[in-house]
């Protein structure tokens, strides 16, 4: 199962084995993750599943649709590192991922 690693704003870290084909929004959902809220369940609808890509993985992610990017350019600080975890599918290549996690959603 491929381990995905969450660090919240305040540098607390969150190491969750995620099963390939959820989102990343879910893998954190299902393991009680602070800082992903999810409040339009999955939709690209909220931004609440908002979070960061460290530089090495962003290459390794599909890159974002324009649905996705539409969500993004009004979510509270955003930058190039931003996406949004429900959009991010989790794969076995993605085993070792780590994303951070906005001030804002906490
Ligand atoms: S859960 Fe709402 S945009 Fe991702």
Not at 24 to 48: F, H, K, R, W
Not at 58 to 85: F, Q, T, V, W
Not at 87 to 98: A, F
């Amino acid at each position: 199962m491929p381990r995905i690693t969450f660090i919240e704003h305040d540098d607390t870290e969150h190491t969750v084995e995620a099963n390939a084909g959820q989102s990343l929004m879910q893998a954190a959902i299902e393991n009680s993750v602070p800082g992903i809220l999810a409040d339009c369940g999955g939709y690209c609808n909220c931004a609440t599943c908002h979070c960061y890509v460290d530089d090495m993985w962003a290459a390794r992610i599909p890159p974002a649709k324009h649905a996705e990017l539409d969500m993004l350019s009004g979510a509270i600080d955003a930058n190039s590192n931003s996406r949004l975890g429900c959009q991010i599918r989790v794969t076995n290549e993605l085993d070792g991922l780590v994303v951070r996690l906005p001030a804002s959603q906490t």
